[in-house]
């Protein structure tokens, strides 16, 4: 009998939901075990950095490792599976292009310390202390991990080979993936591993979607109960279906709320928020100035809705050099 | 101190630097002379959040854990209640409620049957390949395995359908849901729920079975390596009994009394947080009492939260099934409060209990299927709080924000974060007891362990620890700082 493919999961800043989504394919999560000898996987298994540290490299068939970049034994986690692995995916929105805890990147470490520790309504005024790298206690010596200005995406410490998008990945996607590296399909390196086109294009709601979008009025989520039979930028709700790669089968869409862009953009955009800025301005029904910006009252914080995922992958990411203490 | 000649690091490297560990200084005689609980993590939300539409918080802060996102987002999507000065409608409260009983009895049954439970179930002693999910599957056979595999798939696809996402949902709105239930959907749900009941009284029976009949488990249940006498915190209906949605927080004291009963809104007057410099997470404690460092007692601000808390400061369970095992439990712990940090797995099934009748109840009531499921606001936006017990305890989501509805200030009190004082005198208790002379063993440190991991595996929202089996790492140092005994398991 040939050999089992070894696959590897790990994961770095993450909130655990992408293991969730692991766990979520339930009975299927069996076939995927016999198919594959789970070489390491901290959350579920007990095996060592020192086990990867022994294996040949390269001897790992695949690599998914999940959650953003944002402390230094992340960095270092990530080169040495680099090494021990053929295939490295990246796993997840944080992953994939710095996600939701990369909004931390319009910060840095001083000014969150400096509301977290000693401005924040349950703190103030207590004169408390804030973490300290290494301290020294009665009984001797204490370290902490060194906390980033910056969240990185994995592509931007390690080369990774294939993307798995969405917060969470569905099962689904998962399952198309351990497939492909089994049978040895492989698309070309590089390729994002869901739907080629836009959400659209699988929306239950797309035959509602007018051939040519021009809205007067936007409207924010809270502000309107939706017609769910209809598409919800017919309805003037900034749905980012069409921008955002489709794959996730629509879930938002199916709870009544619209795409917020976790699967980022298609295979020929780079910047998700600039294309999302730029779909905007085309279904803008208006050319003054002043009738523009009426509509635009409706998105206060185009950072938040459009770079919700991506902040630490946009062309616009800061250049601070991350300190290293 | 002078005298500590060796560290002790237990490390899970599932997390490396990132999410917990704990080290255990020795004195000369091989003693602990003290163990420290580290949380080593921080993400910075409530900076990011400022800027933001608030209306987004909700999918925003379920981020903070994908194992609890639920919890956070309905913590926010009630603080965005208030926020917005809007009250959900009728139905929009009665699916809030169900959907998060559905999430309470799918995360519970989680941590019994692959989590905090394989401790108990397979032994805290046993051989650590053992202690994980396969370990709890030969124990209660492999026909029990695929009930809870199915009850949890069937648990999930119900929140995954009414919101959308079962990791990270979308249903929450200020004022109601995105999402009503159809008809159609109600009586399949009801079935779901006719089983959920069975299964969860399945639960507590399992418990029962393999934990309480033991002596030697409820030895260690009840001994003084596990005990803390603190105040107790949780949410209240207007019987005193738990809920996990709505209510008072009430906190009583180490004798069981009650010492403050108060709306979310005034939070800020019962509760401030104390930081240490050795760790990222702070130390939540009553204001009333004041911090007076890691000890417990009367005089203590610090207090606990989930299972054990919430039953500690209830008068009773609103359901029948569930209050029965609720004086069953007092009644065989012989005291209320009970202090012992490990009975919070025991509590977690009687909550298994009520959440299985709680959702039976509502996806049974006529108005469930209503279609008034949005008030929408009229107000402008200024200020919110919003409570709901999550699996791990209270949860508390403070908000401010301008007049477009752009978030301004963002406080955000998390489940475990509560117990974050209480849990690192819990480990250093625990470490006291177990470690004498310098003798270390796997099982020593599994207890070590479970001392924290009664509280929840996924503590803090801030590590994530999901397995029954979390694999360690220990490094013993002498003087010199040179390892002289290197342990894992």
């Known amino acids: ?90 796993f997840g929105s944080c992953s994939h292009m710095g996600g939701i805890p990369g909004l931390a990147n319009l910060w840095d470490k001083d000014s969150i310390f400096d509301y977290y520790y000693h401005k924040g309504p349950t703190v103030q005024g207590q004169n408390g202390s804030e973490p300290l790298m290494k301290v020294e206690v009665p009984e001797g010596v204490l370290e902490l991990p060194s906390f ?78 939706v017609d769910p039979k209809k598409c919800l930028l017919a309805q003037g709700v900034l749905c980012l279906g069409p921008v955002t790669r489709g794959g996730c089968e629509a879930l938002c ?73 | 101190m002078t005298g500590a000649t060796k560290q002790i690091v237990v490390n899970p490297i599932t997390r490396l630097e990132g999410h917990g560990r704990i080290v255990i200084f020795l004195d000369d005689r091989g003693d602990v002379s003290r163990a420290y609980f580290q949380v080593p993590e921080l993400r910075g939300f409530e900076n990011f959040l400022v800027g933001r539409q608030a209306e987004d918080a909700p999918q925003i802060t379920s981020r903070i854990c994908g194992v609890c996102p639920t919890a956070h987002h309905m913590a926010a999507t009630r603080a965005l209640d208030d926020l917005f000065k809007v009250e959900p409608t009728k139905t929009a409260k009665k699916i809030r409620e169900m959907l998060y009983s559905v999430f309470i009895l799918e995360d519970h049954s989680l941590h019994l049957f692959f989590l905090g439970g394989p401790d108990f179930i397979v032994g805290p002693t046993a051989p650590k390949g053992d202690r994980n999910i396969l370990g709890v599957l030969q124990k209660v056979g492999l026909e029990v395995g695929k009930k809870v595999i199915f009850m949890r798939k069937d648990l999930r696809n119900i929140i995954q359908e009414l919101g959308g996402k079962v990791i990270h949902p979308v249903f929450g709105l200020p004022g109601g849901v995105a999402k009503g239930v159809t008809e159609e959907a109600r009586d399949r749900y009801a079935k779901v729920a ?13 418990l029962e079975d393999l934990v309480l009949s033991n002596k030697d488990y409820v030895n260690m249940i009840v001994s003084d390596a596990y005990t803390h006498r603190t105040s107790y915190m949780g949410l209240m209906d207007k019987n005193n009994h738990v809920n996990f949605y709505d209510g008072m927080i009430r906190v009583v004291d180490p004798s069981g009394k009650e010492t403050e ?97 709680r959702f039976k109840e509502l996806v049974n009531d006529p108005d469930i299927t209503g279609t008034d499921i949005r008030a929408i606001p009229t107000e402008k936006p200024s200020e919110g709080m919003g409570v709901v017990e999550a699996p791990r305890g209270t949860l508390i989501h403070h908000y401010k924000s ?58 803090a929202c801030a590590t994530h620890s999901m397995p029954g089996s979390m694999p360690l790492r220990v490094q013993i140092f002498d003087a010199d700082g040179k390892i002289y005994k290197e342990l894992s398991r």
């Open chain 2, 194 to 206: 006719d089983r959920g009941v069975e299964f969860a009284l399945f639960c507590e029976k399992v």
């Open chain 1, 148 to 225: 980033w200005d910056t969240v990185k995406s994995l592509d931007q410490v390690i080369k990774v080979d294939y993307y798995l998008p969405g917060c969470p990945p569905t099962p689904k996607l998962l399952a198309n993936a351990v497939q492909a590296l089994l049978s040895g399909k492989l698309p070309p390196p590089g390729s994002v591993l869901a739907g080629t086109r836009a959400l659209c294009h699988e929306c239950n709601l797309n035959e509602s979607k007018p051939e040519k979008l021009l809205l007067k009025e936007l409207k924010r989520v809270h502000e309107v109960q």
């Open chain 2, 402 to 459: 301008d007049e477009r509805g752009i978030l301004t200030g963002a406080n955000l009190l998390v489940a475990t974060q509560h117990n974050s004082a209480r849990m690192a005198m819990s480990v250093d208790k625990a470490a006291r007891s177990a470690i004498k002379g310098g003798v270390v063993n796997d099982g020593i440190l599994n207890q070590i362990e479970m001392a924290f991991r009664a509280y929840d595996p996924c503590h």
């Open chain 1, 1 to 90: 009998m040939a050999k089992k493919p070894k696959v590897a999961f790990y994961w770095c800043a993450s909130c655990g939901g992408c293991e969730e989504a692991v766990v979520d394919l339930a009975e299927a999560v069996l076939d995927v075990v016999a198919a594959v000898d789970i070489v390491f996987w901290p959350v579920a298994l007990d095996f060592k950095v020192e086990d990867v540290e022994a294996m040949k490299d390269g001897s790992i068939t695949v690599s998914f490792i999940n959650g953003a970049v944002r402390l230094s034994e992340q960095e270092e986690m990530a080169k040495l599976l680099r090494k021990k692995s053929q295939v490295v995916i990246a």
């Open chain 2, 261 to 357: 009963k108060f709306r979310v809104q005034d939070y800020l007057s019962h509760i401030a947080e104390h930081s240490e410099p050795w760790t990222y997470v702070k130390f939540p404690y009553l204001k009333r009492l004041g911090w007076h460092g890691f000890v417990d007692g009367p005089e203590s601000g610090i207090y606990s939260v989930a299972p054990l808390a919430r039953l500690n400061a209830s008068d009773g369970m609103a359901t029948p099934n569930a209050q029965k095992l609720y004086e069953k439990f007092f009644k065989t712990l012989g005291t209320k409060p009970v202090h012992h940090t490990l009975a919070n797995h025991w509590a977690r099934v009687i909550e298994i209990v009520y959440a299985a009748e």
């Open chain 1, 253 to 325: 869409i199916g709870g009544n709320m619209p795409c917020t862009g976790c699967f980022g953009p298609t295979d020929e955009v780079k910047d998700y928020g600039a294309k999302g800025v730029a779909f905007l301005s085309s279904i803008v029904d208006f050319n003054e100035e002043k009738d523009i910006a009426k509509v635009l009252e409706k998105v206060p914080d185009p950072v938040g809705l459009f770079y919700r995922y991506s902040l630490p992958t946009s062309f616009m990411r800061r250049t601070l050099e991350v300190k290293r203490e």
